[in-house]
């Protein structure tokens, strides 16, 4: 480009398209999230526009209700084309008689929203990219507008929905966080009835910082307890404060509104993300599992400390170095102590193999996570009867 000439800044089609949804985000109404989708698709040559959000048990893909949009019968994530666009976190293309469905995954920074389906009369590399765009703007759409309507919390919810379970769900971060150095991904059973388990993370600057907590007892006095911990973590943390000195916070805010027959187990991590440098402290939870070349090797043993509530002293900090691909597998006991009347406790021993045959599979760490919750379900027969969280961590190097 020569001096004096100016670059060619006018709108292409591609950019009108985006620019639709870009210029009407900031005032648009939730409800309304449905007819704009379905006229950007118009546009684009498309038809039959469907955006399928998760359910809370993360089983189901539920069809969004709105003007524009197709219905339809929640689609199983495990048996269905939409579930492996899912899944994978890849589109997928289907020929039908009269053009092409595709299937392209709603990512938020790694979380999972859900898929969005379009039918074409035919696709080339331009329609993919421009679909790819607009699934996204899609997605943080739906994330931005989720904070502020029932609408979503409507379309996902499948079954009646405890108060605790309410609370738990308003209180968690996004259940997956992809990044280019460091992957989380948790998830909650029973999802519509939890109420003492709850784990929080922040990724602030090149440091990884998770927590993950179990209150004692069920129903709306763990919920309740579980939010003082929970905000407590969050609050010493953003202060910059820490392990030790997070901990005797939480310990003294657990303490001060519950008194001395109350606690709540946890743990807490930090993760330089730049190094593999790990730091925890753990106050009598159960310690997390290291996955190393697809296969549990280690637990994280340490010296613990009292759990919050009880005035422990203070906890040492343990510390080790991870390799790159390296996953943390933190739980409650909930997913090791369920038995059926009379039976042996599930234990240890049957979660590890689970995992170890999870992990061979090779796949991301938000499926793994969700699949091993689902797994374990299923092997302790379907019963839940404590809370049985999970959270998984990938350094990824």
């Keep these: 480009?020569?001096?004096?000439?100016?670059?060619?800044?006018?709108?292409?089609?591609?950019?009108?398209?985006?620019?639709?949804?870009?210029?009407?985000?900031?005032?648009?109404?939730?409800h309304l999230i449905g007819p704009l989708v379905a006229d950007v698709v118009e546009r684009l040559g498309g038809r039959r526009p469907q955006l399928l959000l998760q359910d809370y048990g993360q089983l189901l893909l539920v069809p969004l209700p709105g003007d524009g949009l197709t219905d339809g019968e929640p689609q199983v994530i495990d048996e269905s084309e939409a579930g492996r666009c899912f899944l994978d976190a890849h589109p997928v293309e289907l020929p039908e008689d009269d053009g092409v469905r595709i299937l392209l995954p709603l990512l938020d920074g790694g979380d999972q929203v859900g898929v969005m389906a379009v039918t074409l009369d035919s696709i080339d590399d331009d329609d993919r990219r421009i679909l790819h765009r607009i699934a996204g703007l899609v997605a943080d759409l739906l994330v931005t507008k989720h904070g502020y309507s029932d609408l979503f919390f409507g379309a996902r919810r499948r079954e009646p929905m405890s108060v605790a379970a309410e609370i738990q769900w308003s209180l968690l971060p996004p259940l997956a966080m992809i990044m280019p150095r460091v992957a989380v991904a948790g998830i909650l059973e029973p999802a519509y009835?939890?109420?003492?388990?709850?784990?929080?993370?922040?990724?602030?600057?090149?440091?990884?910082?998770?927590?993950?907590?179990?209150?004692?007892?069920?129903?709306l006095n763990a919920a309740t307890m579980a939010t003082v911990a929970i905000g407590a973590y969050r609050h010493a943390r953003r202060a910059g404060t820490g392990l030790a000195e997070i901990y005797a916070f939480m310990d003294r805010a657990?303490?001060?509104?519950?008194?001395?027959?109350?606690?709540?187990?946890?743990?807490?991590?930090?993760?330089?993300?730049?190094?593999?440098?790990?730091?925890?402290?753990?106050?009598?939870?159960?310690?997390?599992?290291?996955?190393?070349?697809?296969?549990?090797?280690?637990?994280?043993?340490?010296?613990?400390?009292?759990?919050?509530?009880?005035?422990?002293?203070?906890?040492?900090?343990?510390?080790?170095?991870?390799?790159?691909?390296?996953?943390?597998?933190?739980?409650?006991?909930?997913?090791?102590?369920?038995?059926?009347?009379?039976?042996?406790?599930?234990?240890?021993?049957?979660?590890?193999?689970?995992?170890?045959?999870?992990?061979?599979?090779?796949?991301?760490?938000?499926?793994?996570?969700?699949?091993?919750?689902?797994?374990?379900?299923?092997?302790?027969?379907?019963?839940?009867?404590?809370?049985?969280?999970?959270?998984?961590?990938?350094?990824?190097?």
């Design 193 to 219: 009835d939890v109420a003492g388990d709850s784990f929080d993370y922040a990724l602030n600057g090149d440091v990884l910082h998770v927590a993950m907590i179990d209150a004692m007892g069920h129903g």
């Design 254 to 397: 657990v303490a001060d509104q519950f008194g001395p027959e109350h606690f709540v187990t946890a743990q807490m991590l930090q993760l330089d993300t730049t190094t593999g440098n790990l730091q925890w402290v753990n106050a009598g939870h159960p310690s997390p599992m290291l996955v190393r070349d697809h296969r549990v090797t280690l637990r994280l043993a340490g010296p613990t400390t009292l759990p919050v509530g009880l005035g422990g002293p203070p906890p040492q900090t343990n510390e080790m170095k991870l390799e790159p691909g390296d996953r943390l597998l933190c739980f409650t006991d909930g997913l090791i102590e369920e038995h059926d009347a009379g039976e042996a406790e599930f234990g240890e021993d049957q979660m590890i193999d689970l995992v170890n045959r999870l992990e061979r599979t090779g796949r991301g760490i938000r499926t793994v996570a969700r699949s091993l919750s689902h797994t374990l379900k299923r092997a302790r027969a379907g019963h839940t009867t404590d809370d049985a969280t999970l959270l998984l961590v990938e350094w990824r190097g």
């Design 1 to 30: 480009m020569t001096a004096g000439q100016r670059a060619d800044r006018s709108e292409s089609f591609g950019e009108a398209l985006l620019g639709e949804i870009l210029d009407r985000a900031h005032e648009l109404p939730p």
